[in-house]
């Protein structure tokens, strides 16, 4: 199962691989060129277009050493943080408005909800998307059609009492609002999120993070006010189900690494680079 509005991302995906097998020769355009089967200058274009900075721009952004510099002169996380999620409201440059289950709706797995789910084309790969009426309740990148069945045996393990409908259209309009063309939502979107009330604060972090800028799990468990979470910070955003959109992909290793992701290190990569393209970031 392959949609074609992915086609963009599948090349860029193996340009990143490209790049970071490669890194500590800083390839030329002509190399990643050749390795992608594209001319320089339709690579080049597809490229500018996709991410909003060139193939030489995005390896000078994504280097270890740069995200280690930016770890040390980004401040903590200091935005204020509720105890949970009270209600909704605009969180930083999206229109999300989330809402949280509350522990006897989260004991329940979802009886009486009726949840629709599909697969959809995204800027970074095809994705699940599942919503209710409250909201996106999951949103999972896959690469391969077999990865897309265990995805949906992952939605129905979530949420075993709920009705399950898979209408393809419908999520297919959904995703549309989840990934504007110009990164600027226009209409809200709502979020339904199941997790503790630690997670839902782990969560509500990662959405603190503007698009662009990243953190280390350090940081993260800092701006919590409680610096020795880190082992507990990174399990629950481990445990974030609704990928993009619940930022998880801004957290990083205090070592700059960023190739562990759930959904891959080089889909992790293009989304940092992209958003940072967006929002205007020097490399």
């Not at 006897?104 to 084309?121: K, S």
Request: glycine content about 10%; overall charge positive; hydrophobic content about 40%.
């Amino acid at each position: 199962m392959t949609l074609p509005d992915s086609r963009p991302y599948t090349v860029v995906a193996e340009a990143i691989r490209y790049l970071d097998d490669h890194r500590r020769r800083q390839p030329a355009l002509a190399d990643i060129a050749r390795h992608v089967g594209l001319s320089e200058f339709h690579l080049q274009r597809l490229f500018s277009e996709w991410a909003g900075v060139s193939p030489k721009q995005y390896l000078q952004y994504l280097t270890k050493e740069n995200a280690k510099q930016r770890l040390r002169r980004e401040p903590v996380l200091d935005a204020a943080l509720s105890a949970g999620l009270s209600g909704p409201g605009r969180l930083h440059d999206l229109m999300l408005h989330c809402e949280g289950m509350t522990p006897g709706e989260y004991r329940q797995g979802g009886r009486g909800l009726h949840i629709r789910y599909g697969a959809a084309a995204s800027p970074f790969g095809d994705c699940l998307l599942a919503e209710t009426g409250r909201g996106v309740c999951k949103l999972a990148f896959f690469d391969r059609a077999g990865e897309f069945a265990a995805l949906e045996a992952e939605l129905r393990a979530e949420w075993p009492f709920a009705v399950l409908e898979r209408d393809d259209a419908a999520v297919a309009a959904t995703a549309a609002l989840a990934f504007p063309a110009q990164g600027e939502r226009e209409q809200p979107l709502k979020l339904l999120l199941r997790g503790s009330a630690f997670q839902l604060k782990v969560w509500e972090a990662l959405l603190a993070i503007p698009s662009g800028e990243i953190r280390s799990y350090q940081d993260v468990a800092a701006g919590l006010g409680e610096p020795a979470a880190t082992r507990a910070v990174a399990s629950a955003i481990a445990r974030n189900s609704i990928g993009y959109l619940i930022p998880c992909h801004r957290v990083i290793r205090a070592s700059g690494e960023f190739s562990r992701y759930r959904w891959g290190g080089e889909r992790k990569q293009a989304m940092i680079a992209r958003e940072a393209g967006m929002a205007g970031v020097e490399p």
